[in-house]
């Protein structure tokens, strides 16, 4: 099915380790987005990516690796995960044009202890 | 900094009655979207609005662009326990999008 899927869904794990965020989309859309969405402030873009080999940094990117090899994939690379990084963290991508609509795929809630 | 500014955060009402929210911002924007995000879920686009003034409307949804395009309201007319959601409104720069916080909605039965 055409779509965009994120995993793992839920992971816990601990301060100081390395975790990696999957997202796949099945649109060839040229844009892909990742997003942390706390409590009292809504979505923020960590980063996002135009095409393949082309990232560029959101409003929170500190403490954030990002690459795009593929057009499909969008890995999210917490390299030293920190307790403020506990979120819940969307993927999103769309094609192009300004007003085109973003699809987001369901999530990773992440704990770190 | 919080760009886009949303009220109310939260709203609990009744099944069958009105209410409307918010997204406000001091900056003039070339579009608004709006988004509804369920639990466990995603945001999923309702609407995109362009023109200052615009109306549009989906079904018993309402969206309304400020004139100045610095604002935009949602109204829903007789909620449904399915409109419970939280509502979020982004601008789009340069292919970066901005949300607001949200308003979180309970419609009760």
């Known amino acids: 099915d055409a779509g965009i899927t994120q995993s793992p869904r839920y992971k816990i794990t601990e301060t100081g380790r390395q975790v990696t965020l999957m997202c796949h989309q099945t649109?060839?859309?040229?844009?892909m987005f990742w997003y942390r969405q706390d409590l009292g402030h809504g979505l923020r873009l960590i980063y996002y990516s135009a095409a393949a080999d082309i990232t560029d940094k959101g409003e929170v990117p500190d403490g954030y690796v990002v690459s795009r090899s593929k057009t499909e994939n969008f890995p999210l690379t917490l390299e030293s995960a920190t307790r403020s990084q506990t979120s819940v963290y969307f993927c999103a991508s769309k094609s192009t044009g300004n007003n085109q609509p973003q699809h987001f795929g369901d999530g990773t809630r992440l704990s770190i202890l | 900094t919080q760009l886009l500014e949303q009220s109310p955060q939260f709203l609990s009402i009744q099944e069958g009655e009105n209410l409307t929210v918010y997204c406000n911002s001091s900056?003039?924007?070339?579009?608004l979207q709006w988004y509804r995000q369920e639990p466990g879920e995603g945001p999923v686009l309702l609407v995109t609005?362009?023109?200052?003034?615009e109306v549009k409307k989906l079904k018993r949804l309402t969206f309304q662009f400020g004139d100045a395009r610095k604002d935009s309201s949602l109204h829903i007319t007789a909620a449904q326990t399915g409109d419970t959601g939280l509502y979020l409104c982004a601008f789009p720069d340069f292919n970066k999008f901005y949300f607001g916080s949200g308003t979180k909605l309970n419609v009760k039965p």
């Open positions: 900056s003039v924007f070339s579009s």
């Open positions: 609005v362009v023109t200052g003034g």
């Open positions: 649109w060839s859309h040229s844009y």
